[in-house]
């Protein structure tokens, strides 16, 4: 019974001698590290900071005072971390917190001290206030080098480049979206590249607004941007989409690269063009024949000469639209706002009748119309007239 008073005793006189207003130093620290500390960043390279307490006290009220951080653009990378830990048999209680700073101009930058104002309790219960700090950390900022474009210092870069259907087995008048997913580990999302212009000598391209996203890691911040173009044929057949490079600095391996997507085909399925019109055999007419002919046009001709008269030929019947149904079809799909039945007459005539350069021109602009930021601004009557009226 005696050693068990004497333990009582002990463990008491223990606790009593932790809860104290006398604070032993060790009791209660805070340090901040920077990842990499021996490496000199470059301006709006990321500089990795934890910061770290050990509390082997009882903490009733804790609140985390941050320096000003000037020189600095900063996130915090997540909320704090608090977990317990065991040493020499007793409780100990941990904080990590994680920060992303970015210099914002070269030379020496302070990294100014971290407050954690506690709360803590003396041998009577009673709570007083303690206030413990970090040392201040100084690092030597590059000045971020010249660069033809854009300056992109990234911890982790993944590219990736899909098509919603197979870009070189399209149907005729299909077009495919293209996205270029951009995931940039240890950049903010304003830091990655804006999207850049797609070129083509023949395809017809519609740029989508760009999205971007981030996401909080204890790596950094894990920015994504998705660019996106809707392209078509120009010419109905094929097209070549030219190729699209950006260039990044690698911040773990302290070497530029640069990433370049290469060349894309965007072309129709053979299978499902139309087949090709074929020109009429010549005819083949005998001498006697073709001399009563030219004889009887000879003598309409001067006929027609004496009598002031003119024939205006065949080319009046072919702008007859009751003999044209392709043209009935486009004047019904114009009154009837309709389009797309409009697209597909055009097409039809296209086909039928051979290549336009004018017909593809306000093909085009039935397409921005059709697929473009605002549609429905087209006056489809004056579409058609212009069109039947092209050659």
């Known amino acids: 019974m005696r050693w068990f008073v004497v333990l009582i005793w002990a463990l008491t006189s223990v606790a009593c001698a932790a809860q104290t207003t006398q604070v032993n130093p060790a009791d209660l620290t805070l340090t901040v590290t920077v990842a990499n500390g021996d490496v000199a960043p470059y301006v709006q390279e990321m500089v990795l900071v934890t910061i770290e307490g050990q509390y082997r006290r009882h903490v009733t009220r804790e609140i985390m005072e941050q320096p000003d951080l000037e020189g600095f653009n900063w996130m915090q990378l997540g909320p704090d971390q608090w977990y317990d830990t065991t040493e020499r048999g007793k409780k100990v209680k941990n904080l990590r917190r994680r920060m992303a700073l970015y210099p914002d101009r070269p030379g020496t930058l302070t990294i100014g001290a971290f407050t954690h104002h506690l709360t ?25 080098p010249e660069v033809k474009s854009w300056w992109f210092p990234v911890r982790h870069l993944e590219v990736s480049d899909t098509w919603s259907n197979a870009p070189d087995r399209l149907k005729p008048g299909e077009g495919v979206l293209r996205v270029i997913r951009v995931e940039a580990t240890g950049v903010p999302p304003d830091m990655i590249p804006p999207m850049p212009e ?14 971007r996203l981030v996401e909080l890691s204890p790596e950094g911040p894990v920015s994504v941007a998705f660019w996106r173009w809707t392209i078509r044929p120009g010419n109905h057949t094929s097209a070549i989409v030219e190729p699209i490079s950006f260039d990044y600095f690698d911040t773990r391996n302290r070497v530029p690269r640069t990433v370049t997507i290469s060349a894309q085909r965007v072309a129709m399925d053979e299978s499902s063009l139309p087949d090709p ?31 002031g008269r003119q024939f205006a030929g065949l080319d009046r019947l072919r702008q007859v639209a009751l003999l044209d149904p392709l043209r009935r079809k486009m004047r019904r799909a114009a009154a009837a706002r309709d389009l797309p039945g409009l697209r597909r007459a055009a097409i039809a005539m296209l086909a039928r009748d051979g290549y336009s350069v004018a017909r593809c021109e306000l093909l085009k602009d039935l397409d921005r119309d059709a697929f473009g930021r605002t549609p429905g601004h087209l006056d489809g009557r004056a579409f058609a007239r212009r069109f039947l009226a092209s050659r």
């Open 120 to 144: 803590l309790t003396d041998e009577g219960d009673d709570w007083f206030p303690h206030d413990i700090q970090s040392q201040p950390i100084t690092i030597e900022v590059l000045p971020a």
């Open 198 to 211: 797609l070129h083509s000598p023949s395809a017809m391209i519609f740029a989508h607004p760009e999205k």
């Open 277 to 307: 019109v074929l020109p009429p055999e010549p005819a083949r007419l005998f001498a006697l024949p073709v001399l009563i002919l030219f004889g009887v046009a000879l003598a309409g001709g001067l006929g027609a000469i004496l009598f």
